[in-house]
């Protein structure tokens, strides 16, 4: 970044607190906002004094604020520099008069108590060597801080000076909230692709200032007298201009593709030129490359939210971003694994500018941005969003979306930090199970999916689910964890007959290196007769046994009351959907599949024998009903034990479970069902990149 001619330029900040009803909230934090992007080499580029150049307080006076603003000015003597004053905090006056600044720590004190700001401000512009002042003033009536123009010209500096105001509000105004502060600290720190070099008070800042604050009318007075003092007076450096020179290559690849559309002998290389052509050519367009001219304009909005993001990400995550972490927040935001698996690693810088070119910009909506910064919230540790990101949220309309995936990420199933797998085994309609689709998820958040189709033989199905677990692997590497839990999606006849867990894939059974969780897929793929929106009703009303505490087992359904579907039918008929948990100790001699299919329909969690009975009725029983708080993991854990030849655990109750399976439903399959049931009707590769982060 070309750095600032000499000599030094030196700042002020005044933040002078009101008590009781009068004190105004935020002041704090907006003047040490302001004096930090002030004093930032690479921003404001102002010298730092410390103490000495930020002035806080309750009671600060009349005559201590006035020698901070004598020795600010003096010191800007000294250096043959500027001086950058700001002053936040209540404004008092009336129509006609000079704004009085309160210093004396209560509103509607005596004028003499507190700072006339014209006057302070003539005398400043009037001190020996000070070449040029650029005053920002956040209070109320702070457009009566123009001092007046005989006092400037013909004062002792005869006019040899350049002088910017920046104020808040009209004469006739109040202000509010420290909006010209804060906004003007936030406008600093992202830039303004429209300007040079540097921020001055012109017309462009002013615009955007205007842009953002509401419910008050900022404003600026100029007066520039000083042709011998070197360059025009500026506020601070534009960041917006370096980034311009140093644009990422993913950036860099947006915009030429934009530009080739238009014109392949075009060359657009920063935002600025960016904004410039398109200002210049945008009555120009023909009908025929209207839609290239409209996607350019889609790439500028795409560089300004990825440079604000960026900038807010450096400042609130960077310092405690690391590689790993930032391949890891990568993965939790759903980018695409070949950005991960990237040699070098990928910088900051990248990852941002990939989500805000590739994410979608569908009715402004930055979804994979959203989704890294809530990555990178959660992967730093934070419980709760930082304000600067709760401020760029609510800037970009983010805010829900940001919180929706916070919660997501955090909200963890199996009380520990795993990624979780789940396969949908789609049918044809009858006994054929044709595809498989794979979902990668950590906490509720969907990370990816991908669909594998499966041919008429079982092999097939063996080959899908193996290619579904090892297309996992990679994500898992980068998270650093290993895969244990896999939850399989099942139609009923499937279900039935093909155990998901008994699967062998690479030689070994599916529930031997897994805690696998059935469940069944008609909340996905609704019965015939049914809706999606139906049977998701269904599943919050089949969750009402499952969340009631007192719940201390199934209810065990006895052989004659599934001696045929039509008396199953009428015994349900007076129990509502999920008011029960409904279990059998052995399978009817006929119809099974159409008994479970009205089951699964009725139950959260339905528990059966996983032959044709399970021998000791009593003993499975209590066996379940001891268990009944860990299920179904303990039933995949007795299972495995069963089949390592483990026997028994220390438990004496706990092998009978191995004799049982169990088709389960709760609030995170709820939530998966609720979230993705209508995406599933379409293959992952028909999915737009949006839909997918």
């Known amino acids: 970044m070309t750095a600032a001619p000499n000599p030094p330029r030196n700042v002020l900040v005044v933040g002078a607190q009101c008590e009781g009803g009068a004190r105004l909230e935020g002041l704090e934090d907006a003047a040490r906002g302001l004096h930090a992007v002030l004093v930032d080499p690479k921003l404001g580029g102002c010298v730092d004094r410390g103490?000495?150049?930020?002035?806080?307080?309750?009671?600060?006076?009349?005559?201590?604020?006035?020698?901070?603003?004598?020795?600010?000015a003096q010191v800007a003597q000294r250096d043959g520099g500027s001086l950058?004053?700001?002053?936040?905090?209540?404004?008092?006056?009336?129509?006609?008069?000079?704004?009085?600044?309160?210093?004396?720590?209560?509103?509607?004190?005596?004028?003499?108590?507190?700072?006339?700001?014209?006057?302070?401000?003539?005398?400043?512009l009037n001190h020996p060597g000070l070449t040029g002042l650029v005053a920002i003033v956040d209070t109320c009536l702070s457009g009566g801080a123009v001092p007046a123009t005989p006092v400037i010209t013909a004062g002792r500096q005869e006019g040899n000076v350049r002088f910017s105001l920046l104020f808040a509000a009209t004469a006739k105004e109040e202000a509010f909230d420290m909006r010209l502060s804060t906004e003007l600290t936030r406008l600093i720190e992202e830039g303004l692709p429209s300007a040079g070099e540097?921020?001055?008070?012109?017309?462009?800042?002013?615009?955007?200032?205007?842009?953002?604050?509401?419910g008050q009318q900022p404003g600026r007075s100029l007066f520039d007298g000083g042709p011998y003092f070197g360059d025009a007076l500026w506020l601070a450096r534009n960041r917006a201009a370096f980034l311009n020179r140093t644009l990422g290559s993913i950036a860099s690849k947006a915009v030429q593709n934009a530009v080739r559309r238009i014109d392949?002998?075009?060359?657009?290389?920063?935002?600025?030129?960016?904004?410039?052509?398109?200002?210049?050519?945008?009555?120009?367009?023909?009908?025929?490359s209207w839609p290239a001219v409209h996607r350019l304009r889609e790439v500028q909005a795409e560089l300004e939210v990825g440079r604000k993001t960026l900038n807010v990400a450096n400042k609130v995550f960077g310092p405690g971003l690391t590689e790993d972490s930032l391949r890891l927040a990568s993965m939790l935001a759903g980018l695409p694994l070949h950005l991960m698996q990237?040699?070098?690693?990928?910088?900051?810088?990248?990852?941002?500018?990939?989500?805000?070119?590739?994410?979608?910009?569908?009715?402004?909506?930055?979804?994979?941005?959203?989704?890294?910064?809530?990555?990178?919230?959660?992967?730093?540790?934070?419980?709760?969003?930082?304000?600067?990101?709760?401020?760029?949220?609510?800037d970009l309309e983010?805010?829900?979306?940001?919180?929706?995936?916070?919660?997501?990420?955090?909200?963890?199933?199996?009380?520990?930090?795993?990624?979780?797998?789940?396969?949908?085994l789609a049918d044809d309609g009858g006994e054929r199970v044709v595809r498989v689709d794979a979902w990668l998820l950590f906490g509720q958040a969907v990370l990816g999916n991908q669909r594998f189709p499966c041919g008429p033989r079982n092999e097939d199905l063996k080959s899908a689910l193996a290619e579904a677990v090892a297309w996992v692997a990679p994500w898992a590497n980068i998270a650093g964890k290993r895969l244990q839990?896999?939850?399989?999606?099942?139609?009923?006849?499937?279900?039935?007959?093909?155990?998901?867990?008994?699967?062998?894939?690479?030689?070994?059974?599916?529930?031997?290196?897994?805690?696998?969780?059935?469940?069944?897929?008609?909340?996905?793929?609704?019965?015939?007769?049914?809706?999606?929106?139906?049977?998701?009703q269904v599943g919050e009303q089949l969750l009402v046994s499952l969340d009631d505490s007192n719940c201390s087992g199934p209810k065990w359904l006895r052989d004659e009351q599934l001696g045929s579907v039509e008396q199953l039918q009428e015994y349900l008929s007076n129990h509502g959907f999920g008011q029960q948990v409904w279990a059998l100790t052995s399978l009817p001699e006929t119809d099974w599949d159409f008994?479970?299919?009205?089951?699964?329909?009725?139950?959260?969690?339905?528990?059966?024998?996983?032959?044709?009975?399970?021998?000791?009725k009593q003993v499975t029983k209590a066996s379940v009903g001891k268990h009944w708080q860990a299920l179904p993991q303990q039933i995949a854990h007795a299972y495995r034990q069963r089949l390592s030849g483990v026997g028994q655990s220390h438990d004496d109750d706990l092998g009978p479970l191995a004799a049982v399976r169990v088709a389960w439903h709760d609030n995170d399959w709820q939530m998966f069902c609720r979230r993705r049931a209508r995406a599933t009707v379409r293959a992952p590769a028909e999915m737009t990149s949006k839909e997918r982060a």
């Open 84 to 124: 950058v004053l700001a002053l936040l905090g209540h404004g008092e006056g009336a129509e006609g008069t000079p704004l009085y600044f309160v210093t004396s720590g209560r509103k509607n004190a005596a004028p003499l108590s507190n700072l006339n700001v014209p006057s302070l401000l003539g005398d400043a």
């Open 342 to 394: 990237h040699e070098p690693p990928r910088t900051l810088r990248d990852v941002v500018e990939y989500a805000a070119h590739h994410g979608g910009t569908a009715a402004g909506q930055h979804r994979a941005l959203a989704h890294l910064i809530a990555a990178m919230t959660h992967v730093t540790g934070h419980g709760n969003l930082p304000e600067d990101i709760v401020i760029w949220a609510q």
């Open 485 to 536: 839990y896999i939850d399989v999606a099942v139609p009923t006849l499937a279900l039935l007959d093909c155990p998901p867990e008994e699967q062998v894939i690479r030689r070994q059974k599916l529930g031997i290196n897994y805690t696998v969780t059935t469940r069944w897929s008609g909340l996905l793929t609704p019965p015939p007769g049914a809706t999606v929106d139906d049977m998701l």
């Open 198 to 214: 540097v921020l001055k008070v012109d017309d462009d800042l002013m615009e955007q200032l205007r842009e953002r604050i509401h």
């Open 51 to 72: 103490v000495d150049s930020l002035l806080i307080g309750t009671s600060l006076g009349k005559s201590q604020v006035h020698e901070a603003v004598e020795q600010a």
């Open 398 to 424: 983010l805010t829900a979306t940001v919180n929706s995936r916070l919660h997501e990420l955090n909200h963890q199933p199996h009380g520990e930090w795993a990624p979780r797998l789940v396969l949908v």
């Open 595 to 616: 008994v479970a299919q009205e089951l699964l329909e009725h139950t959260p969690a339905l528990v059966w024998p996983r032959q044709t009975d399970v021998g000791d």
């Open 264 to 288: 392949a002998n075009l060359r657009l290389s920063t935002e600025i030129q960016l904004a410039a052509w398109l200002k210049e050519n945008d009555q120009t367009a023909n009908g025929g």
